[in-house]
């Protein structure tokens, strides 16, 4: 079992920054790519960002690309996002996912570990 656990999260102005981190546990060497997710109210939980803990390799999705940073400390077995110029519709819980695979999927479904989530709301 791989155990993630979220922080960071918080509220923030429009245009500010947040740092969210994420800390795994356990059989860390059963997984080795990572991911941020995250779900406002009402809708679907979306993509945000992926990476393996070894090369480095990212994956953002569009509505972030550019805002938010992805990367991960396999020493540490810490994940973090880089949050810049947020949007109110940025607000939203944010999850940490785990998986072993050989690609870095958008679908929720890949993924076989979560957190319990951090908030992050973004005023106007």
């Known amino acids: 079992q791989v155990q993630l656990v979220e922080s960071g999260g918080g509220l923030v102005q429009a245009g500010g920054s947040l740092r969210l981190s994420c800390a795994a546990s356990?059989?860390?060497?059963?997984?080795?790519?990572m991911a941020w997710f995250r779900q406002a109210p009402g809708k679907e939980r979306e993509f945000v960002a992926a990476?393996?803990?070894?090369?480095?390799?990212?994956n953002h999705a569009d509505s972030v690309k550019g805002r938010f940073t992805i990367s991960s400390d396999n020493a540490k077995n810490a994940l973090y996002l880089q949050m810049n110029n947020l949007k109110p519709e940025d607000t939203a819980v944010y999850y940490c996912?785990?998986?072993?695979?050989?690609?870095?999927?958008?679908?929720?479904?890949?993924?076989?570990?979560w957190g319990q989530g951090t908030q992050v709301t973004v005023s106007s």
């Open positions: 996912a785990a998986r072993y695979g050989f690609r870095l999927p958008r679908d929720a479904a890949e993924y076989n570990y």
């Open positions: 356990g059989r860390t060497d059963s997984t080795n790519v």
């Open positions: 990476c393996t803990w070894s090369s480095g390799t990212t």
